[in-house]
């Protein structure tokens, strides 16, 4: 049974830093987009960032425009991890965080909730202004 757990979530004033770790088990995702998506109350679920391995100790990661420079995605393919160090945190970052992991290895990475097969339970992440 695969199981993505994500852990780190909390309550944070503005301007303040949150690390997202999300532990995967049941398989391996080394080969494959790992990705963040956020939701806020009333709103689709939305891309935060994903990343993948591209060859040797190369990673790609992409962001959604609002986080770059505050967010990074990174991953730990012996470990099953990925995780999401959040800096300058806005309250407009309130939501739920999900982590989720794709099994498609002609998906470089995805934007697209569709696009990944597996998903954590979610851990809110609330900015206070």
């Known amino acids: 049974q695969v199981q993505l757990v994500e852990s780190g979530g909390g309550l944070v004033q503005a301007g303040g830093s949150l690390r997202l770790s999300c532990a995967a088990s049941?398989?391996?995702?080394?080969?494959?987009?790992m990705g963040w998506f956020r939701q806020a109350p009333g709103k689709e679920r939305e891309f935060v960032a994903a990343?993948?391995?591209?060859?040797?100790?190369?990673?790609?990661?992409d962001y959604v425009d609002s986080v770059k420079g505050r967010f990074t995605v990174s991953r730990d393919d012996g470990k099953n991890t990925v995780t999401l160090q959040m800096n300058s945190l806005k309250p407009e970052d309130t939501a739920v965080y999900y982590c989720?992991?794709?099994?498609?290895?002609?998906?470089?990475?995805?934007?697209?909730?569709?696009?990944?097969?597996?998903w954590g339970q979610g851990t809110q992440v609330t900015v206070s202004s």
């Open positions: 989720a992991g794709a099994t498609n290895r002609l998906l470089y990475v995805s934007r697209l909730v569709e696009d990944y097969e597996y």
């Open positions: 990343t993948r391995w591209t060859g040797a100790n190369s990673y790609y990661a």
């Open positions: 049941g398989r391996t995702f080394s080969s494959y987009p």
